[in-house]
């Protein structure tokens, strides 16, 4: 399998995205406390980071990237906003991470700490290589759109629209914005590939150690990190 990136790279030479396959994986349906506690120090870092001052959300460095990048494909709405933005406004606003399992939430932490856009999905449930790259005509997307599935509504992506994509399905629309309800990573996940997704802010590497850590600490899965850039856009991962 091999990740590609070369369709969007040229017009988004900043892009790197890493992408790291988990395996052998225990995901807990429940949040362990230990992750509990260190997610709220990082929801605490984050507002003493981020609301202390007079920095508005839209001048955080790597939310501003994103929304530059969702404007240059045509997004101007401001209800479709990068996974990490959605993040980061909610600590600030006094909500926390959301609870969803022991390793979705080990990477939404990740996120957070880092303002880097992160998602996962279930391996065994993603068919041949993944792409970002612009949407085509006949691509598909089942929208988990605030925990419900709209199985019987489905919502192609939009001409231009940046996707995430394996070979039958888009994986994840806008970019970043939401995944598919299909390969969602559950208790039942034993393989998953997870991408960190950088736009010429953030420290990538430093994300990805953070992530793998922190898989292997709560979700005992033993990791291996590809990175895809302008310079190598297609690279193999498994």
């Known amino acids: 399998m091999q990740i590609d ?25 429940e949040r362990p406390p230990e992750l509990a506690a260190l997610i709220a120090e990082r929801e605490e870092a984050c507002r003493k980071r981020w609301g202390a001052g007079e920095m508005e959300l839209s001048e955080i460095p790597g939310v501003a990237v994103w929304r530059k990048a969702y404007r240059a494909f045509g997004i101007k709405k401001t209800s479709y906003r990068s996974s990490v933005e959605r993040l980061v406004k909610n600590v600030l606003a006094g909500r926390g991470l959301p609870v969803i399992n022991a390793f979705v939430d080990a990477y939404n932490a990740v996120s957070l700490a880092h303002v880097m856009p992160l998602g996962a999905d279930d391996l065994d449930r993603v068919t041949g290589n993944v792409a970002f790259r612009y949407a085509r005509p006949d691509d ?63 420290d990538l590497d430093a994300a990805v150690a953070d992530l793998v850590g922190l898989i292997q600490r709560f979700c005992g899965g033993t990791g291996r990190v590809a990175i895809a850039d302008h310079k190598q856009p297609v690279v193999p991962f498994a």
């Open 140 to 202: 598909q997307f089942l929208d988990m759109a605030g925990g419900e599935p709209l199985l019987t509504d489905p919502d192609p992506p939009k001409e231009g629209e940046v996707v995430y994509a394996d070979r039958d399905k888009v994986l994840c629309r806008r970019w970043n914005w939401r995944q598919d309800v299909r390969s969602l990573v559950t208790p039942l996940t034993h393989r998953a590939i997870l991408t960190a997704q950088s736009n010429g802010e953030g």
């Open 5 to 29: 990136i070369s369709e969007i790279s040229g017009n988004f030479p900043d892009f790197r995205v890493a992408v790291v396959v988990a395996e052998n994986l225990e995901i807990s349906a």
